[in-house]
């Protein structure tokens, strides 16, 4: 499990714009980035790997939109949100 903590927009200001992410694992305290090509393939390796986004008190999904190329958004109560573009940018 992972959280994502900051965006990196490329091109635009949606979520088919952001290209990259940095992240953090609650367990061990490890720490890196990486582009939303490698986290995609990272979240459909296996069903146990998965992405939150902190948003005030709740922990929020986060999980691959099917586009040309996928793309991440955040999921909460049945519903895609915007939460993922309210992490800080780099």
Request: with cysteine; glycine share 12%; proline share 4%.
């Amino acid at each position: 499990m992972i959280y994502l903590t900051e965006i990196h927009l490329s091109g635009g200001t949606s979520h088919k714009h952001v290209g990259a992410v940095r992240w953090r694992n609650p367990q061990g305290g490890k720490c890196g980035s990486g582009s939303v090509a490698v986290i995609v393939s990272w979240l459909r390796e296996n069903e146990n790997n998965r992405a939150y986004v902190r948003y005030g008190s709740k922990d929020v999904r986060v999980g691959v939109v099917k586009g040309d190329p996928p793309y991440l958004r955040s999921y909460a109560d049945k519903t895609w949100n915007d939460n993922l573009l309210t992490l800080p940018r780099y």
